[in-house]
Nanobody, 125 residues
Framework: QVQVVESGGGLVQAGGSLRLSCTAS????????MAWFRQAPGKEREGVSC?????????YYRDSVKGRFTISRDNAKNTLYLQMNSLQPEYTAMYYC?????????????????WGQGTQVTVSS
């Protein structure tokens, strides 16, 4: 049974940082691309960043987070990370980790098989 569990969310002031983590079990983690999505209140869920299956794999970011967020993975620990710096109130959302259907990643929700329950990130002004 595949389980995807996020952690690391919380309340932070504008300009602060958070590091999200996601562990995925019940599958060959190193075989799958991974991604972070987010959903703000009243808005649709959107892709934030993704990484191909291998450690130091190709990474992709939505334009609004480039230079602020860094995605990485440790395949030995079955863990995905999202380092978020210079956070702004508009980044307040539930952040979800997702497992891609294959090795490669794209920021399209239908390309992901498994999802976590999410971790809340709240940025105060």
């Amino acid at each position: 049974q595949v389980q995807v569990v996020e952690s690391g969310g919380g309340l932070v002031q504008a300009g602060g940082s958070l590091r999200l983590s996601c562990t995925a079990s019940g599958l060959g983690f190193h075989n799958y691309g991974m991604a972070w999505f987010r959903q703000a209140p009243g808005k649709e869920r959107e892709g934030v960043s993704c990484i191909n299956s291998w450690t130091s794999g190709n990474t992709y970011y939505r334009d609004s987070v480039k230079g602020r967020f860094t995605i990485s993975r440790d395949n030995a620990k079955n863990t995905l990370y999202l380092q978020m710096n210079s956070l702004q109130p508009e980044y307040t959302a539930m952040y979800y980790c997702a497992v891609a259907r294959g090795q490669y990643c794209v920021l399209i929700q239908t390309e992901y098989n498994y999802w976590g329950q999410g971790t809340q990130v709240t940025v105060s002004s």
